[in-house]
């Protein structure tokens, strides 16, 4: 009986995720009709927060300052740094390229608190003076992001509907060719934008990312608290996840745009990868506290979206345990079986798990075709099959995110370079 109450669970909660996924594939086939305004004349803002980033700075602000666009620049935030992360930013474009340097106490703090300091020197600095906030957009790039060259050009026009606050590009990992795992993480990130962030567009519950998100300034400046000082981002571990929901709140409306990307360091180690998500995790945890405000002033179809996105590490958690939930199934009825003397195990024990946990890998292999067309179709379904034990990573991500948040180790855990 025990046994059959797990397998229930079990495949309740995987019917539930999957008519979830359904949905959101169906939705984002849909085509957004954009809302425009009149052109404007903007400035671009960079922003790189970096703590010992000289193995890519150097790449990532070349890729900045050749940009095909005319106006805008790029702030370098060395937070702290004990390599030679200042003096990459220093021999870079001086008409393009800033620094700002951080010390310690007030330094390494988290991602949230440098990108606070990096507006405030912007705004002390008078590089934003005569510029409209609603004409200047702030985006962020991490030090290892390659930023595409035509990203400008493809984010500028959602920012003509002045309703919108942030435009999110797609994320892809530059060294996916580098092993199995590499690839992995890239269909993760084109899977996550080309169909739930897409589908958000249309429910309007679109999330922001830590790298690639593009921000209206005045946007932003809506965030600050009265009488308060600091800046539009949180000291949560996933500040960006954090803003979105905020701007959303605010009745801003964020955008995902597919037409470009950024492109970040895939992490080649299993154990950095797991840390790197137990970050994260840690980081969904702490968002529970938005909850309150996503209730009180969040469209009702943004908001169900959004609870069930806060609600994702529970989720995990509890998804971790179908899979020892399905053994004891299994053990369960051999156990059966021999006490019967008969075979109580049918071909549906093997049809119906693959069927489901595997459907969804043909909607992501298909998805992942479009950007690797070299890849062929047969090949991206069958590395989408093995995407699918991929995300057992976030069990032992999840649980271990859950043990430092229980144990109050607040850290940001940044993941190394290579």
């Known amino acids: 009986?025990?046994?059959?109450?797990?397998?229930?669970?079990?495949i309740a909660i995987i019917v539930m995720a999957g008519c979830y996924n359904t949905t959101m594939f169906l939705l984002s086939r849909r085509r957004i009709r954009r809302v425009r305004g009149p052109r404007r004349k903007r400035l671009y803002v960079f922003l790189l927060a970096c703590l010992n980033e000289e193995k890519v700075l150097a790449e990532s602000l070349a890729r900045i300052t050749a940009l095909p666009?005319?106006?805008?620049?790029?702030?370098v935030i060395d937070d702290a740094s004990d390599d030679g992360t200042a003096d990459i930013a220093r021999a870079a474009d001086p008409d393009r390229v800033r620094l700002l340097q951080r010390t310690l106490p007030n330094a390494r703090r988290g991602k949230g608190a440098a990108l606070n300091a990096g507006i405030h020197h912007l705004r002390e600095s008078g590089l934003m003076d005569g510029y409209d906030p609603h004409d200047v957009i702030v985006c962020v790039v991490d030090a290892d992001g390659r930023l595409d060259e035509h990203v400008v050009q493809s984010v500028d026009p959602f920012f003509d509907n002045p309703g919108v606050g942030a435009t999110q590009v797609g994320v892809r990992m530059y060294n996916r060719h580098q092993g199995l795992l590499a690839r992995l993480q890239d269909m993760e990130f084109v899977i996550y934008g080309d169909i739930f962030q897409c589908a958000r567009r249309y429910i309007g519950s679109v999330g922001m990312g830590g790298n690639g998100q593009f921000m209206r300034l005045a946007a932003l400046d809506s965030l600050a608290v009265p009488g308060q000082e600091g800046g539009p981002w949180s000291d949560s571990l996933t500040e960006d996840l954090d803003l979105g929901v905020r701007l959303i709140a605010r009745g801003w409306t964020n955008q995902h745009c597919t037409a470009a990307a950024v492109s970040q360091q895939a992490v080649l180690d299993v154990r950095r990868l797991v840390?790197?998500?137990?970050?994260w995790f840690q980081g969904h945890l702490q968002s529970a506290g938005l909850v309150p405000l996503i209730?009180?002033?969040?469209?009702?179809?943004?908001?169900?979206?959004?609870?069930?996105h806060l609600s994702s590490p529970v989720l995990i958690l509890l998804t971790s345990l179908?899979?020892?939930?399905?053994?004891v199934a299994v053990a369960g009825t051999v156990i059966g079986s021999v006490q019967a003397g008969r075979p109580l195990i049918t071909p549906m024990w093997i049809i119906g798990p693959y069927v489901l946990s595997f459907t969804a890998a043909y909607a992501y292999g298909f998805?992942?075709?479009r950007r690797e067309r070299g890849l062929g179709l047969v090949?991206?379904?069958?590395?989408?099959?093995?995407?699918?034990?991929?995300?057992?990573?976030?069990?032992?991500?999840?649980?271990?995110?859950?043990?430092?948040?229980?144990t109050g180790k607040q850290t940001w855990l940044k993941t190394a370079r290579t």
Do not use: C, K
């Open 1 to 10: 009986m025990t046994s059959e109450v797990l397998l229930g669970s079990a």
């Open 379 to 406: 090949r991206s379904i069958l590395l989408s099959h093995v995407f699918v034990f991929y995300g057992y990573i976030w069990f032992a991500a999840g649980w271990w995110g859950l043990w430092r948040m229980l």
């Open 367 to 369: 998805v992942y075709r």
């Open 69 to 75: 666009a005319g106006n805008f620049l790029a702030l």
């Open 322 to 327: 179908l899979p020892l939930s399905f053994l």
């Open 295 to 308: 209730l009180r002033s969040v469209p009702t179809r943004a908001a169900v979206d959004l609870l069930y």
């Open 275 to 279: 840390r790197q998500r137990s970050r």
